[in-house]
């Protein structure tokens, strides 16, 4: 009788078990189709695999948000990115450690950015604009000195770029950043300053991080190809493709 008891309880508490098993595996599924139902694949996560959406969103842009190229172009990337994400520094093409680890990964492999300013921006083809978007431990002092510079000349912003990247492991000192700042030619760090001192950005963050989220944004880097998001730092030719079918649209 002992035996028999013993064995039943061992039994229901199977049955149970799989019971249980089989929710979480339903319940996980539903999440995961619900996060990823508005792109036609997954890699919503940094460095992920291609997920376009199917349609397009509205960013807003502003004169003051950090631009490049053509602004006639008939195609307008928009990036949504973290100075300190490691996946935004290698699509950046400016961190060559990073770089090499993607390329040890996948060997095809290329970065996205600084190939695509040399083949559509630098052209004409490509207006080039850069947001904000929370994506690793904030990289806030690489940040506010970027728009600060970008606040005396767009210029100077594109200069500090791949500066930063290049130098990620200090992105969260801000008295390195500023360092890198000096080193720019035209920069001038008595404004700069005047601009860190005047916390004159300081609400960007979460402006820009709501715009990320409205815009579908779930991982960085984030871009948005005349609207239609592609996530995570995927080889270049899968994002070149997606130009090349707007400009030929």
């Not at 002992?2 to 061992?10: A, L, W």
């Not at 801000?174 to 700042?181: C, E, F, V």
């Not at 005349?226 to 090349?244: C, E, F, H, R, W």
């Amino acid at each position: 009788m002992v035996k028999g008891t013993i064995t039943i309880k061992k039994d229901s508490l199977w049955k149970y078990s799989t019971l249980v098993l089989i929710a979480l595996i339903v319940i996980s599924a539903f999440v995961y189709f619900s996060q990823n139902k508005n792109t036609t694949s997954g890699g919503n996560q940094a460095g992920g695999q291609l997920g376009v959406q199917t349609g397009a969103v509205n960013i807003p842009i502003g004169a003051d948000d950090p631009q490049t190229g053509n602004s006639n172009a008939k195609v307008t990337v928009v990036e949504f990115a973290d100075f300190s994400c490691p996946f935004c520094a290698a699509a950046s093409g400016d961190n060559a450690e990073l770089v090499s680890y993607m390329q040890q990964r996948s060997p095809e492999w290329q970065p996205i950015v600084t190939n695509m300013m040399r083949d559509y921006v630098d052209t004409g083809k490509v207006r080039f604009v850069v947001k904000y978007s929370y994506g690793h431990s904030g990289g806030h002092p690489a940040q506010l000195v970027a728009w600060c510079l970008n606040d005396q000349n767009s210029e100077l912003y594109w200069k500090f770029y791949p500066l930063a990247y290049a130098n990620q492991g200090d992105v969260e000192d801000l008295s390195k950043m500023k360092i890198l700042a000096e080193g720019i030619a035209g920069a001038d760090m008595t404004k700069l300053n005047e601009c860190l001192d005047s916390n004159k950005f300081d609400s960007r963050f979460d402006k820009e991080q709501t715009e990320s989220t409205n815009a579908g944004v779930r991982g960085t880097p984030a871009f948005f190809v005349n609207g239609k998001l592609i996530s995570g730092a995927v080889p270049y030719s899968q994002i070149k493709q997606v130009i090349d079918a707007e400009l030929n649209s």
